[in-house]
């Protein structure tokens, strides 16, 4: 089991930054990906981004790519994502997740993989 609990959402104006921030326990030494996803109301969760194996490999999805930094520190215990030049269209519900399958390495924006979710934050960007 793997618990996550999210922390950092708000709102922000266009330009501006946040921090979102991860705490996990559990049995997280049998996940192979940290991600992050973002949903909003009446679509599916898109992948935002991940680390796989620790750090061998981090994705992001292309619309965040050059403004959002995933990082991961273990002896915290948590999982950030620094989302800069944050725009209208990034304000969505986000979600931490864990996954225990190897796939997500290469497949690291399918939610089907990802076992474990935490509540959400919601980060609200305004033009």
């Known amino acids: 089991q793997v618990q996550l609990v999210e922390s950092g959402g708000g709102s922000v104006q266009a330009g501006g930054s946040l921090r979102l921030s991860c705490a996990y326990s559990?049995?997280?030494?049998?996940?192979?990906?940290m991600g992050w996803f973002r949903q909003t109301p009446g679509k599916g969760r898109e992948g935002v981004a991940a680390?796989?194996?620790?750090?061998?490999?981090?994705s992001y999805a292309d619309s965040v790519k050059g403004r959002f930094t995933v990082s991961q520190d273990n002896a915290k215990n948590t999982l950030y994502l620094q989302m800069n030049s944050l725009k209208p269209e990034d304000t969505a519900m986000y979600y931490c997740?864990?996954?225990?399958?190897?796939?997500?390495?290469?497949?690291?924006?399918?939610?089907?993989?990802?076992?474990?979710w935490g509540q959400g934050t919601q980060v609200t960007v305004s033009s």
């Open positions: 559990g049995d997280t030494y049998s996940s192979y990906c």
């Open positions: 997740a864990a996954s225990q399958n190897r796939r997500c390495g290469y497949y690291y924006n399918r939610d089907y993989f990802y076992g474990y």
């Open positions: 680390i796989y194996s620790g750090g061998d490999r981090i």
